[in-house]
């Protein structure tokens, strides 16, 4: 156990649903991502949160739509998905780096596994 | 160019050998640098750190880091079977500011008994 929860483990929907991902930290830290993880591709940063503001949208389709409530908890809204959407999605955390300098490492939850049918 | 390149492997090691894992970045600002171990099916999960040129040791692992030649590497010694996993490489630059890390694409490393 990393201190990062996430739910549900396994998410299967269809092409016109809307579903949440949740995460939630333990560990004290007030940065927080989302990652996405296909078959053979790199680890995608998604979105990155600083403080519960957003630092980094890495270009990502609007059907993803992120929510920082608070340092501790991270959403990951999702709508209108497509099939090639199906992927591990991953949420961390980590002490904020700041804009330069050394960064601090980043503690995974145990991902969502996600299939859109 | 990608940014960080890692071999896909698999990398096969008897027991006991010392796996030796590679990998390289384009970015010479980088600063901070991470190895990750994922098993199948599971999230990653950080093994070390490092951010000086050098060595750094933690048990059965070692970091190694040249920031003149761009490449940081990863050595388990006495490697065992419970080592079979893919280990992630991960960068963080100047650009995009202390917390985007980009991953390497991983290597799959095999102990075999």
């Known amino acids: 156990e990393t201190g990062v929860t996430q739910t549900p483990r396994h998410l299967v929907m269809g092409m016109t649903n809307k579903k949440s991902l949740k995460c939630e930290q333990h560990?004290?830290?007030?940065?927080m991502y989302w990652y996405k993880q296909s078959a053979k591709k790199p680890l995608e940063l998604m979105f990155v949160?600083?403080?519960?503001?957003?630092?980094e949208n890495n270009s990502v389709p609007s059907r993803f739509s992120p929510e920082c409530p608070n340092s501790s908890h991270l959403f990951l809204h999702l709508h209108t998905l497509q099939p090639e959407d199906s992927a591990l999605y991953l949420c961390?955390?980590?002490?904020?780096?700041?804009?330069?300098?050394?960064?601090?490492?980043?503690?995974f939850g145990p991902g969502t596994r996600l299939t859109v049918t | 160019q990608k940014e960080v390149e890692q071999n896909s492997g698999p990398l096969s090691v008897p027991e006991g050998a010392i796996a030796s894992l590679n990998c390289t970045y384009s970015d010479r600002g980088s600063q901070s640098f991470f190895w990750y171990r994922q098993y199948s099916g599971k999230s990653p999960e950080l093994i070390m750190f490092i951010y000086s040129n050098g060595d750094k040791e933690d048990g059965r692992f070692t970091a190694q880091l040249n920031k003149a030649s761009q490449y940081v590497s990863l050595l388990i010694r006495d490697s065992q079977p419970s080592d079979s996993a893919t280990y992630l490489c991960?960068?963080?630059?100047?650009?995009?500011?202390?917390?985007?890390?980009?991953f390497g694409t991983g290597t799959q490393l095999k102990v075999e008994l």
């Open positions: 991960a960068v963080t630059g100047l650009t995009g500011g202390g917390n985007k890390l980009t």
């Open positions: 560990l004290g830290h007030n940065a």
């Open positions: 949160y600083n403080f519960k503001e957003q630092t």
């Open positions: 961390a955390s980590s002490q904020d780096s700041g804009s330069g300098g050394v960064s601090y490492e980043q503690y």
